[in-house]
């Protein structure tokens, strides 16, 4: 043992020896490795971020809340066909679930409309107008920069308030604050009475309540759509997550009911859970983990392949060296050790450069895109390069100790 | 007292269909502290005794006696304990590495006989006193003249305080006056009490020495005393 490790001390003194008297070759075999190293971790961190983001914009929805929909969200068991001739959830629908039901911690009706916003010159096409009731707020976390969300009495009265998420307020009033303002959607003027602080991320795209204006449900029957025009989405919060289940199975009871089915009848709505879009997401990211993965494993394999090319014309170029050395007593295992250990060191030195410059570049891309390099991508970078040097090393270094010290002493 | 005894011995190398004799019938013995030549024209078997003699290679028929150890049958990798432990080789061409300097070179041997680090400087800058290169040990062997590197060599050759010292044409690359350098160090050496082996086609060369086999055609065709074996003088220091 003791043996072992002076030999592997001296043959790793011998290596860097070698290395730093071919100091241009060695620099250019790097090159294969630090761009192998560089695209696995930069994928790797990539992934780690797009997931980061995906989790962090999922978990806006709630891991408590319930959606009861016309449409499965992320299902795709029931064809979409059958889901279109469902009847439209309407809000007798909701009014007789919100009686019935015992165990959520709130309910709130919602329904979608898109339309114009106007504040004095300033117009912000295609805005997300959610209609619902002052108890949304109870279903969501949603944090205000100012103000406050509409109440019951605003909520019944179907007054002409706003409540305005951050990216849109930010489009309106890029210089101030718009508590207080009025704004017109589509033709129609209301009153800002809240603005939303930042929640989201850019995963949820329009649902993101940061691209969201809030008015009272009866609003939008009132002014944009009929009342049975288009299905509502009920919202429903579960006191926790434990209890997640229970509201879920009287949900399923409750809507049955109002909705009038028979035994032998399927649902006609759906209960969708953050969990089922997590599920596609994670389905979606699996497949991104493996085609970039593969992708930049050709890229480490190229390189790992130059190592070995290098290798064996280092091997071809310093036969003679090699010789001398065994005919001086350096058995054949110890020359195998010298060549694979000088093989590793390039292989770790490309790899620490490869993960100074994904370290780097995934700060410069973070400016623009989430990304995430933490401590298992240095360990990653180690691992992947050390294996590399040893994997492309092996038959290089095998050639080089079973030279025959007569002919390598003689080779010109 | 003899530390090498070959009887018998042949090299056989397959060469295409046909077998080449490169060694055909080689019995000798070589004493302790003895100084011997080993001479032939080329295709004598010259080379391929100095491979055997020197562990390099293995002969295909007969036996090897190296210090009373039969080294004939042996493995790689005992032979080349052997050669690490037991022969200092001095080449032609000396066979330095040339991106490592003068001390690093001669310490070689010692890495790989496992002595720790510091006793192995001592013993190498020992050998480079020796060889008197006391001034250039951190030298590269492209900062270094011919006869230097020589020494250098040799000074390799001696720091593992070997049985015996083979030397193949060590003059072959030098001019004559740097040679004489070297026969002066290797007869220094011999006097020391070592033991040295020296092939070389040069009658002139080969007279340094106390014996001289001759080969020709892979066998032994005469194994003479030098009567006045020449002993090369030291200059005055320049």
Partial sequence: MKNFLYELKESLLISLYAIRANKVRSMLTTLGIIIGVTSVVLMSTAIKGIDNAFQKGVSSLGSDNLYIDKWAWFNNDIPWWEMRNRKNLDMDDFKKYEDLAKLPAAVAPTIWTNKKIKFKERNVEGIMISGTTYNYINTTNLSFESGRFFNDFESRGARNVAVIGFTVAKQLFPLGNGLGQEIKIGDVKFKVVGVLDEQGSWVMGNFNPDNQVFIPIDCVFKYFQGERMRSITINVRAPNSTSVEAVKEEAIGIMRRVRGLSYAEDNDFSINQQEGLLTTINQTIGVIQIAGLFITGLALFVGAIGIMNIMFVSVKERTREIGVRKAIGAKNRTILTQFIMEAAIICLIGGMIGLGIAVTLSMIVNQYLPTAVQADAVILAVVISLLTGILSGFAPAYTASKLDPVEALRYE | ?238
Avoid: W
């Fill in chain 2, 1 to 238: 007292m003899k530390i090498i005894t070959i009887e018998h011995i042949a090299k056989i190398y397959q060469v295409g269909t046909e077998e080449v004799h490169a060694l055909a019938d080689v019995s000798l013995t070589i004493g302790k502290n003895e100084y011997v030549a080993i001479m032939g024209p080329s295709g004598s078997g010259k080379s391929t005794l100095m491979n055997i003699l020197g562990c390099l290679d293995t002969p295909t028929k007969g036996i090897y006696d190296f210090n009373g150890v039969n080294v004939s049958e042996m493995n790689d990798n005992e032979l080349a304990a052997i050669r690490n432990k037991e022969i200092g080789f001095v080449f032609q061409t000396f066979n330095l590495l040339p991106r490592s300097n003068a001390l690093h070179n001669v310490e070689l041997p010692l890495i790989y006989s496992g002595m720790p680090s510091a006793e192995r400087k001592e013993r190498a800058m020992e050998a480079l006193i020796n060889v008197g290169l006391e001034n250039r040990v951190y030298h590269r062997p492209n900062e270094l003249s011919g006869g230097q590197r020589q020494r250098v060599a040799i000074a390799r050759a001696l720091v593992t305080r070997p049985s015996i010292i083979l030397a193949d044409e060590p003059t072959g690359n030098l001019d004559t006056k740097t040679g004489e350098e070297i026969m002066v160090l290797f007869n220094e050496i011999y006097e020391a009490g070592n033991t040295i082996i020296l092939v070389t086609h040069e009658e002139y060369i080969a007279e340094h020495a106390e014996r001289i086999i001759r080969l020709r055609d892979g066998l032994v065709e005469k194994n003479e005393i030098v009567e006045n074996r020449f002993i090369p003088q030291k200059r005055e220091s320049h």
